[in-house]
């Protein structure tokens, strides 16, 4: 399984950034795919989810604002951000689990800065 992040960037408060996931060897259509992101000096923080039947779920600090999506024939995951704020300033990871392990891409930078 190899998860690739990528879309994160440099970006102004309210100003939108949109990140990918593209996943290899499990299918994203069948997989409760997860984002999560580690702020500077911070733990890793759970930001959303999108279930197998396409129920998506979101941590209080994002609802409203970013919006989780996957699309099944590119096999890839979306983050929708809009409206970022500083504390948005992270690595944002991919995550998926099957019976054997937990799987997570190496991140895609994102800085919210005047």
């Known amino acids: 399984v190899q998860l690739v992040e990528s879309g994160g960037g440099l970006v102004h408060p309210g100003e939108s950034l949109r990140l990918s996931c593209v996943a290899s060897?499990?299918?994203?259509?069948?997989?409760?795919m997860y984002w999560y992101r580690q702020a500077p000096g911070k733990g890793r923080e759970y930001v959303a989810e999108?279930?197998?039947?396409?129920?998506?779920h979101y941590a209080d600090s994002v609802k409203g604002r970013f919006t989780i999506s996957r699309d099944n024939a590119q096999n890839t995951l979306y983050l929708q951000m809009d409206n970022l704020q500083p504390e948005g300033t992270a690595v944002y990871y991919c995550n998926t689990a099957n019976q054997t392990a937990d799987y997570w891409g190496r991140g895609t930078q994102v800085t919210v800065s005047s």
């Open positions: 999108i279930t197998t039947a396409g129920s998506p």
């Open positions: 060897g499990i299918d994203v259509s069948t997989s409760w």
